[in-house]
């Protein structure tokens, strides 16, 4: 069983920056990546980044690579998700979740959710 928790989600301007966290916790954690995913409204789940628990692999959506950057504190137990130059259509519901991969559908574990909007 794996436990996430994010926070840092808000409101900010367009091209101002964000970091959201999520704190893990579960024995098997090791077993699986943590990855980022976003919701827009009437959307569907859209795999942002994800970092390998045991390895610190990171592993992006290639048209936000350069703007998001995930980062790991093994001592924390956190992941973190520096969002830069934001855009309105960055505006979202924002899950953290543990499993494997790119798609939703491979992540059995999520967060609650953090609310991120951009006004432009």
């Known amino acids: 069983q794996v436990q996430l928790v994010e926070s840092g989600g808000g409101l900010v301007q367009a091209g101002g920056s964000l970091r959201l966290s999520c704190a893990a916790s579960g024995r098997t954690l090791s077993r699986y990546a943590v990855g980022w995913f976003r919701q827009a409204p009437g959307k569907e789940y859209e795999f942002v980044a994800g970092?390998?628990?045991?390895?610190?692999?990171?592993f992006y959506v290639d048209s936000l690579k350069g703007r998001f950057t995930i980062s790991r504190d093994s001592a924390k137990n956190t992941v973190y998700l520096q969002m830069n130059s934001l855009k309105s259509e960055d505006t979202a519901v924002y899950y953290c979740?543990?499993?494997?991969?790119?798609?939703?559908?491979?992540?059995?574990?999520w967060g609650q959710g953090t609310q991120v909007t951009v006004s432009s």
């Open positions: 979740a543990a499993g494997t991969g790119r798609s939703s559908a491979a992540y059995p574990y």
């Open positions: 970092i390998t628990w045991s390895g610190g692999v990171a």
